[in-house]
């Protein structure tokens, strides 16, 4: 049914995205994509992947800014690395305006997910979706997007510590955290409350369940220019100071 | 929006046969049109051939079209649904009078189905209409404007076209049809260029610093894209080539589906024979609400591209 769940579920599974320290080094979008290829969801395809213009479907994408410096703040010019994916929102567009029930957001634990199988590749909840979270799959000819790692999460093949999104394992500077975000004890939701983790684009109203914890302000030193050097000869100790008046000569 | 042709025609042509439709079940509603069954036959068949090569074109821009079946079980929520459904449901009224008119037994369940039919015509387009316009992603869709320009592209396309067809009967349209028509054209225009200046105010929210979480006002460039050539996304939702011509496509569409129209209704009431002038009108409607439809899809912009600034 691609009516939203009646009673949402206290359980909202999420991602907690610290834009403070992620790097932009793109193994999260790389796991997604290794992981989300062979896992039961099937191949994400790939059309002309070794060619002159290879195209493909990936359900994480790292985008790199230049925020420009900030006089008013205080605040230098920095670059931020940016991850895009499913945010798993309290209120889907993506999942109400689907036409076939393929799309639907579970009431236990609140992940968005797609079956493929009902899918009919009409692509409106890729246009419904203001993230840019859902790819049409030219290849199969339907939608694909994030499933949280469905697969892993529950799976009790892997081992417990690996019972996480791959993007969440893989990221070197844990700057992606996995939790229960509906419950606000969570170690991700004291995370949001801490650091003052922010929705995306709230005024569309999709409330996004994944939250995004803002750059650090920089401290103050950091944007003053370079102390000048200088040397006073008089505080060295004896040695120091004659090697000095040598080396001055 | 990437303008996708099938949609285009889908939306043009279903439209027009719609609002045929809708006008005849109108006209029996209150009184038989004086025509023999053959030709009230042939309209009706008409009006749903339109309909079916639209519906049918619909489903080629589907990547499963043989599943498309399912598209009618979710109208609880989805304006899609609910098209769907409306558009299988409207073959019935109209297949039901056209076996009344052809039985001659136009008493008053005809009138009843007629007054049906042409409520779920209207109902049909807009639905049609809601799908577009109930996307917050697409400020430019996301416009009360949109649904009435639906609804008048419909009724306006399908009644010239009845004209024209009963034109060749020998039927002269009554004043008061004229003036209908007229003032539809005029409200068509009205609308749509009251649209075109909403769509410079409608771009810049929200800004792209809500887009990234980061405090309003911060000034955002990208410096690198998250892949090197396009992918689904830019294509899809970053097309960008209507909106330098954008001026003169507007003004070509205005002339074609709405002044040019009006000015041939204003001719046709003056000769003998005004079905080649009736039909020239429905040309140029024709490919007016195609242009239009095709700079509804074109020059839209959708909020994802906030990441790509």
């Given amino acids: 049914m691609t009516a939203l769940p009646r009673q949402p579920g206290k359980r909202q599974l999420g991602l907690v995205i610290d834009l403070d320290t992620c790097v932009g080094c793109h193994a999260c979008a790389v796991a997604c994509k290794q992981w989300n290829s062979t896992g039961s969801g099937g191949p994400l395809s790939d059309i002309d992947p070794y060619g002159k213009a290879p195209d493909g479907v990936w359900l994480n994408r790292v985008h790199s800014y230049e925020v420009a ?17 499913c945010l798993h929102c309290a209120e889907p567009a993506c999942v109400t305006v689907c036409p076939t029930g393929a799309s639907y957001k579970r009431a236990e634990d609140g992940i968005v997910l797609v ?3 009902k899918c009919i590749g009409c692509k409106l909840c890729s246009w419904a979706c203001p ?10 000819g339907v939608i694909k997007k994030c499933t949280l790692c469905v697969d892993r999460i529950y799976n009790e093949q892997l081992d417990e510590t690996e019972r996480v999104p791959a993007c969440v394992q893989a990221c070197p500077t844990r ?8 419950d606000p004890d969570s170690a991700v939701s004291r995370l949001v409350a801490e650091r003052s983790g922010r929705d995306l684009m709230p005024e569309l109203g999709y409330r996004p369940t994944n939250k995004y914890l803002p750059p650090r302000p920089r401290r103050a030193a950091g944007s003053a220019p370079p102390a000048a050097e200088t040397l006073d000869p008089q505080a060295l100790p004896p040695l120091l100071r004659w090697l000095d008046r040598v080396l001055s000569r | 929006m990437k303008p996708a042709f099938s949609v285009i025609f889908f939306t043009t042509l279903s439209g027009a046969g719609y609002g045929m439709l809708f006008w005849l079940g109108l006209h029996y509603a209150w009184s038989p049109l004086p025509l023999s069954r053959e030709f009230a036959a042939i309209l009706f068949a008409l009006a749903l051939l339109l309909i079916s090569i639209g519906l049918l074109s619909s489903l080629l821009h589907l990547g499963k079209p043989a599943r498309a079946w399912r598209a009618l079980s979710q109208w609880q929520s989805s304006w899609l649904s609910r098209e769907g459904l409306l558009a299988m449901t409207s073959y019935a009224p109209a297949l039901g009078l056209m076996a009344l008119i052809w039985l001659g037994a136009l008493s008053l369940p005809a009138q009843a189905l007629g007054a049906l039919l042409a409520l779920i015509a209207l109902a049909t387009v807009s639905a049609t209409a809601m799908i577009y316009a109930s996307l917050r992603t697409i400020p430019a869709w996301h416009d009360w ?19 024209t067809l009963l034109s060749l009967t020998g039927w002269r349209p009554a004043s008061a049809v004229l003036y209908v028509a007229a003032a539809g054209l005029i409200a068509l225009t009205a609308l749509k260029l009251s649209y075109w200046q909403a769509l410079v105010t409608l771009e810049h929210t929200p800004e792209p610093a809500s887009a990234l979480g980061l405090a309003p006002g ?5 410096f690198e894209r998250p892949h090197t050539e396009r992918s689904f996304i830019t294509r899809e939702m970053g097309f960008v080539l209507a909106r330098k011509h954008a001026r003169v496509l507007r003004l070509l569409a205005i002339v074609l589906s709405a002044l040019l129209p009006l000015l041939a209704l204003l001719i046709s009431h003056r000769l003998a024979a005004p079905a080649g002038v009736l039909a020239s009108a429905v040309l140029a409607m024709g490919l007016g609400a195609v242009l239009e439809r095709w700079l509804f ?3 839209a912009r959708h909020v994802v591209m906030r990441y790509y600034p």
């Fill in chain 2, 145 to 163: 404007r949109v649904l009435p320009v639906y609804l008048l592209y419909a009724v306006l396309s399908g009644g010239l076209l009845l004209m």
């Fill in chain 2, 218 to 222: 911060s000034v955002v460039h990208a």
């Fill in chain 1, 131 to 140: 993230y840019g979270a859902r790819e049409y799959d030219e290849v199969a």
């Fill in chain 1, 115 to 117: 079956d493929e199988s």
């Fill in chain 2, 297 to 299: 899809f074109a020059e």
């Fill in chain 1, 69 to 85: 410096a900030d006089s008013a703040r205080g605040q230098p010019a920095t670059t931020l690395h940016f991850p895009r994916s």
């Fill in chain 1, 175 to 182: 700057a992606r955290h996995f939790g229960d975000l509906g």
